[in-house]
């Protein structure tokens, strides 16, 4: 249901030029991090839970922050 809703939304999923740095330098990615965090949400193995006003993704090794208004990546952070 969560996953979908930000699917159905991937086009407004986007970040902050802080979050770019603060999701680079957390995840410990050189890759454009928008980018980045939505192949990780199209993963089939990726759970979106909602907590509060935010959506968290959890995939691989890392959980993803997504405002559930706006679609703006927070954070991300390895487990």
Do not use: W
Request: with cysteine; charged share 25%.
């Amino acid at each position: 249901m969560h996953k979908r809703a930000l699917l159905e939304n991937i086009d407004k999923i986007h970040t902050t030029e802080m979050g770019i740095g603060r999701i680079q330098k957390n995840l410990e990615i050189n890759v454009e991090p928008v980018s980045y965090c939505i192949s990780k949400l199209k993963q089939d193995n990726s759970v979106v839970g909602k907590k509060g006003k935010n959506y968290y993704v959890e995939v691989d090794d890392c959980i993803i922050t997504i405002n559930s208004s706006s679609f703006t990546i927070i954070t991300a952070h390895k487990k």
